[in-house]
């Protein structure tokens, strides 16, 4: 059973980047969201580990833990030198308040009596402690968090944005309600002022999230192969694999198989800079399947379900799985869907023909009927067999003319014309 989020135990290893259950973490993210007590011991837990991390109190594998949360979280970086500055600064003050000089505390009381001088110290302590508490509360609260409790009920792709929690997907979601409207334009607007005053990979992931959430996907692409100019970062990759993935599904027909290709190799570039990072496996195993490239759609959805096997998200995972042909018709050798093909091609069996052909057609091997029937052709001719060579040519244009139909694809079309 998971540990309860709300020990400062657990809070501590969140802080430290070391829970990995996708279930607490959206726990946990979702309560510094709607829990303002939750939030205030989360900044005071995190002050307390950058203090033992500054005074060198933290253990060697806290400390490494620690280091490992700096790349991503710039606001935890600026706490970190402010406070190492604080501490050196001390150090400097212990050095000179150690000679004979008066001590620093009775040339501070000194000034505290005077009326004008103490005045005008408190009003700078309050405004501190006020912007500290502004600071604080909008580095939590951000806006990519609002964003995400807007759609926490239905997600807005198909494909997994990197730490949105799991939401069912709903098709045909309509417009957002006024209210919901009034907090994406909020949003937004935020959003595009840190991408002006304070360009960075941060501010152009979150502006390029948002826009892929508004189904605005070359605003998206735009801004989130910004954010990798300022270094290759897997969350980013994934994201921008996203945005090409779903623009692929909502786009032009025409540019589907380029947009996809495009998907995949972000999805997996993500993969390599971070092996477990699971909306990456997620999204290349769906970008695989919906390149009919189904053998190894089938090994990424069974890898993604080694890493998650209880979560929302491997239930889909599972269903996509189940989509796929079972194993025996995954693994037939290449002679026997030929054979297959040009069995139902010769009794008219054109949706049969048609399926086999949509099984193979995206694997990009030898398999595919198209290429086999090529060869095929090229074999007749050399034989001198007649029959074979116009049967090989039939049967590519009776695959071309299905693709035009049914995808409005011209490419198979063109292959009996170029042989």
Known sequence: MAESTNTDRAIRAYLLGRIADEATLEEVEARLFNDDDYCTRMELMEDEIINDYVLDRLSRDDAASFESTLRNDP??????????????????HDRETASDQPSW??????????????????????????????????????????????????????????????????????????????????????????????????????????????RKYPEAIKELEAALKFGDDARIQNDLGSAHFELAKA???ERKLEELAQSLEHFTKATQLDANLLEALFNRSLALQEMNQRRQ??????????????SRWADEARKHLADLPDEQSLFRTDEQVLSDFLAAFRRHDDQRAQQIHDETKGLLRDVTVPLQLCRRYLAAIRSNDSVAAKESLDALTFIGNFEQATHHDAFFLSWPTSI
């Open 75 to 92: 606001d935890r970086r600026f706490k970190l030198e402010l406070t190492k500055g604080i501490e050196q600064r001390a150090v400097l």
């Open 105 to 214: 505390i009775t040339s501070l009381g000194s000034i505290f009596r005077r009326p004008a001088y103490a005045g005008a110290f408190a009003v700078l302590l309050i405004a501190a402690v006020v912007l500290g508490i502004y600071l604080t509360r909008t580095t939590r609260r951000d806006d990519l968090a609002e964003l995400q409790s807007i759609y926490r009920e239905s997600r807005p792709t198909e494909s997994r944005i990197t730490n949105f929690p799991h939401a069912p997907l709903t098709r045909l979601r309509g417009a957002p309600d006024a209210r919901d409207q009034n907090r994406l334009r909020r949003i937004e607007n935020d959003l595009l002022d840190n991408v002006e005053t304070s360009p960075s990979a941060q501010t152009h992931h979150a502006l390029g999230v948002f826009d892929l959430t508004q």
């Open 251 to 253: 786009g032009p027909t």
């Open 297 to 310: 759609a089938k090994e990424s959805w069974t890898l993604y379900l080694q890493k998650d096997s209880s």
